[in-house]
């Protein structure tokens, strides 16, 4: 009977196939997989593996270590040389070798270089498109999704081109016009333009079938919605009301306060430890010690075993002062001056001011330098964030493009260690205040490709470059300010110069940054912006803005050049 391996199934034990019951052949395998179009199915045995005919002979005489199954004509192989693609007589498709390859769909498949980086191949094996990227899908109705470097997703078709240029954080094929999508916000549904079909954001949402969707909420509901976002059946009530939910964010005091007491107290650096010798070291009243420590278990920063002993979570860990990315320094910080600041933050945005001046009477970066152990603490937390959120930096941008970088406003440096560290022939200038200036020190095996200066961001700058990063630093300072700086830096640069501004962009459609806005203002009178906004910065300052790259952080790298 012509075809009937169509009709066969892979028996119980996977060692061979089916047929009405019956074994469709005498041989017998480690391991089969179903049949596929031309009429062939991967096996392995004692010889390796390859693919059969329905009779359950070998197709062909070479063995791989896996096979798969035939699609479009074409099946994919791991062999000791690599991953590649095997027609049904066994010869390769093509004469290169990948780390992975996947199956061919709609005349492409995603294959992935032995050095890291995917794209799409073409049906003789050719690559559809020159871009190379973190991660690739199979097609479907004519789109695939990509992954760029920084973590981010989009629909792209057969030749590469992206399909409506949004990314998101998360992202499927489309299924009838409609595809799932995550952003920071959660999940949701958007059309072919990537723009979102409502405002809503779910913990989880399936594929639309017949215009109607079940999605999680983040209070876990589980509902039925429409492709206009409105419920239509509820499926299960949420474990939390909304009331109970905003109720939570009303004492987040509770939680940064806690973090900081436990972090002042030095109740990190006594665990592992049981509650009473927690109260004993930490001179804790008597039988407070547990109540602590439970509050901490709820915030998941701690873990108590079954001797009664605690132990610190990975991510209390990072409250221990010992670790190389220590956040304790910071839970002083937002427990102390930033959290007494914030209790102003009506009076900030009545007058545009900020509070913490209003309460101390001078701004905060001339409040702390009077401050020695406060300053040294604060930027002790700031180079704990910077290590995390600057170590992919280089990934993101070539910096190779220039011999010596100054990085203004950089602190103790740990941006500019970061470059040099990815960037071998780079030199780096950090620009600082005097008293930032006096406490920093370059690693040793950086110290002859790195200099500090002091420095004035509002004077003339002591250093010219033709490549200059302001990370963090135009978000302290009101557009005036702002302004003043990026003039500051215009004139320390020659015509055509690249300047690197890294900030974080708000998303005015879904408010991410808004918190962080808010505590600029309270703080320093600073903001956080739009890319509009830094456009119109950097051009009254004499630079046109390039590009916005995003970063696998919550920072983006705004490039402009000097005109």
Known sequence: MIDQWREYKVSADASHHIHQGRPAYQSRFDEVLKFHEPGLAPVQDVSGAYHIT?????????????????????????????????????????????????????????????????????????AAYGVRYRYAGDFRDGHAVVQRDDGKHTHVDRSGTPLHGRWFQDLDVFHKRHARACDSGGWHHVDMLGKPLYGERFKNVEPFYNGQARVEGFDGSLLVIDESGQTQLELRRASQSQLEGLSGDMVGLWRTQTIYAAVELGVFECLPAPAQEIER?????????????????????VLRDEKGVYHPTQRGSFLKRSHALSLADAARHWGSEAYEAWAGVAQSLRSGESAFEKQRGADFFDWIARRPADLQAYHAAMSSYARHDYRELANAVDFTAHDSILDAGGGTGELAFALLRTCPGLRATVMDRPEVVKAARAPADLATRCRFVAGDLFQEWPVASDAVVL???????????????????????????????????LDDSTGDGGLLDLNMLVMIRGAERTAAQYRNLLAQAGFDLLDVIETASVSSVIRARAI
């Open 471 to 505: 990370a963090r630093v135009i978000h302290d300072w009101p557009d005036s300010d702002a302004v003043r700086i990026l003039q500051r830096a215009r004139d320390a640069m020659p015509r055509g110069a690249t300047l690197y501004t890294i900030e974080m962009i």
């Open 281 to 301: 070291r930490t001179r804790l009243h008597k039988s407070v010690g547990a109540r602590l420590l439970r509050a901490l278990m709820e915030l998941g920063l």
């Open 54 to 126: 329905p009779d359950g002979l070998a197709a062909y005489a070479s063995r791989h270590i896996r096979t798969f199954g035939f699609y479009e004509g074409r099946a994919a192989v791991h062999s000791e040389d690599g991953w590649f693609h095997v027609l049904s007589d066994g010869s390769p498709l093509y004469g290169e070798c990948y780390a992975w390859c996947g199956n061919f769909q709609e005349g492409r498949c995603p294959i992935r270089l032995p050095g890291g980086g995917y794209y799409h191949i073409r049906g003789d094996g050719s």
